[in-house]
């Protein structure tokens, strides 16, 4: 829920993901799921910290790389430096605002060429 991360008006430094991948098994849930929370850095700016207790837990800095990890299914403990946050994303400032509008000037655009192609018959 990518407009749950951040409330307006406060500007978090890091995210926290904990969560319990044991009911996807042995199968590809665990790395979409890890995956998701890397795009929810990205799209936010910030650096996660994601503790899984059978999936993949991890710190991943604000643009997505991982810091340092644990893989899937190994017990144990991730030590490593929280990386600084990133200077505020696009989408962090406005959320789904930018892709509204330029679905919308692209619809009026389209519109706008249907009449005046209809205007020529």
Same mark, same amino acid.
């Given at each position: ?8 008006? &406060? ?40 503790? &899984? ?21 190994? &017990? ?46």
């Amino acid at each position: 829920f990518p407009g749950e991360v951040a409330v307006a008006g &406060a500007e978090p430094a890091w995210m926290l993901n904990l969560t319990n991948d044991g009911w996807f098994g042995n199968s590809t849930g665990p790395y979409q799921h890890f995956q998701q929370s890397r795009v929810r850095a990205i799209e936010q700016g910030l650096p996660l910290v994601r503790s &899984a207790n059978t999936g993949i837990s991890a710190v991943v800095d604000p643009y997505g790389r991982i810091v340092r990890a644990l893989p899937l299914g190994t &017990a144990g403990a991730v030590d490593a430096p929280l990386p600084a946050r990133a200077p505020r994303t696009i989408f962090a400032r406005w959320g789904d605002w930018p892709l509204l509008f330029l679905l919308c000037a692209g619809l009026l655009s389209c519109t706008i060429g249907r009449c005046r192609e209809h205007r020529h018959y």
